[in-house]
């Protein structure tokens, strides 16, 4: 009798049996939800709840008039990417590391500040058209002394210190998000930088930015969600101040040369994502590509329910209702009385761009309803599974 088939049909079916126990295990292993305590937030005006307004004072009417119906820190007229984050995770709105006024840290603390760059400006806010002092080593460093003061009190002041600070072990169960780069781009802009000057430096920058995610490793992050850059390019403020001429203008309307460094900024990350999975053997790092989803909202505005979306809702005057000099909420004294000449357009809900620079919160829902499920994730896996490795 021919053993040779039968010996091959039996590796066969081992081989099938193994397969199948590691798919079965796989399958198992990223069924389960991640139960994250808290959130840490690293990252500029797309994430600030509060941040730079507690440093340099709070932007004033019409912002957060969607939601919050009166000013709250936030750039925008509502909840921001990040705020639809706590909520889909069940957790309260992230405060401010800087707001020291009603703050409760005990589910995560926001670092993040509008006009953050990963690399420090070395200059001041006004110097630098708007650029925060708080880069992201800034921030980094706010972390790591929340981290250890927090415990500190926990610890040997109890109290309501345990009920407003968060535990030992969140600092290695938490999500911790990253949505910064943008500016680094802006800023070489704002120095009349050519976008190949700009383009230049972009090493740089990610050097620093992968130093950072190190720093938090080192410090038991484990499970990190990072977001790239938007296609600035298709930003009103852009468009506007930097007059792009039609020929260098896409289909949708945006300027191709900002969109393109923007472009190779994301490249560039997610190669450096992938370089940190290799030094960081039990961190899972999710790259969310943020871009294509925001550039997908601005370029079939129409079909998503949205109008008009390279014009600003809340601004004055020009084509794209951007003026430098007089921004969202802008008043002027007329025979004594103050008149706001910068208003909010009628309905929000139905435009993309709120002052210029930043998303109103109707376009910041549409796009984390589609990153949420993980549809332009880099590993594809949702929001709530971002502490598993990929296989």
Not at 261 to 288: C, G, M, S, W
């Amino acid at each position: 009798m021919n053993m040779k088939p039968l010996v091959n049909s039996t590796l066969w079916l081992v081989v099938l049996y193994c397969a199948i126990i590691t798919t079965n295990y796989s399958v198992v292993a990223h069924s389960r939800k991640c139960d994250f305590p808290a959130i840490f937030n690293f990252g500029d005006s797309n994430s600030d709840t509060g941040g730079l307004s507690a440093a340099f004072g709070q932007p004033g009417y019409p912002y957060g008039e969607s939601f919050f119906h009166h000013p709250v820190g936030r750039y925008c007229d509502g909840r921001l990417i990040v705020d639809f984050i706590a909520e889909k995770l069940g957790l309260p709105y992230l405060n401010a590391y800087l707001d020291a006024v009603g703050s409760n840290f005990s589910h995560g603390a926001n670092f993040a500040t509008a006009g953050s760059t990963i690399r420090p400006q070395n200059t001041t806010l006004h110097q630098t058209g708007g650029f925060s002092p708080f880069s992201l080593d800034v921030q980094f460093n706010q972390f790591n002394d929340f981290q250890r003061r927090t415990q500190f009190f926990r610890n040997n002041k109890g109290g309501i210190y345990k009920t407003l600070l968060p535990k030992a072990e969140d600092f290695s169960r938490a999500l911790y998000t990253f949505d910064i780069g943008q500016n680094d781009l802006a800023s070489g802009y704002f120095h009349n930088m050519s976008v190949d000057q700009v383009r230049a430096y972009v090493p740089d920058v990610l050097a620093q930015f992968k130093s950072t995610i190190k720093n938090v490793y080192s410090r038991g992050g484990r499970s990190f969600w990072v977001h790239n850059t938007g296609p600035v390019g298709c930003l009103p403020y852009i468009i506007e101040l930097h007059k792009v001429t039609p020929d260098k203008v896409d289909k949708a309307g945006c300027s191709t040369p900002y969109n393109e460094v923007a472009k190779f900024f994301n490249h560039e990350l997610k190669q450096a994502v992938v370089q940190l999975r290799k030094k960081l053997p039990l961190a899972a790092i999710t790259y969310v590509d943020v871009y294509s989803a925001k550039y997908s909202l601005i370029s079939q505005a129409h079909k998503h329910g949205f109008e008009e979306p390279l014009r600003a809702c809340c601004g004055h005057g020009g084509k794209y209702n951007y003026n430098l000099h007089i921004g969202c909420g802008a008043k002027v004294k007329i025979h004594g009385k103050e008149i706001l000449i910068a208003k909010p357009c009628k309905d929000p809900s139905v435009v993309v761009n709120w002052d210029g620079v930043h998303l109103t919160q109707a376009a910041n829902k549409w796009v984390f309803e589609q990153i949420v499920d993980g549809s332009f994730s880099d590993p594809p896996i949702p929001l709530n599974m971002a502490c598993h490795k990929h296989p």
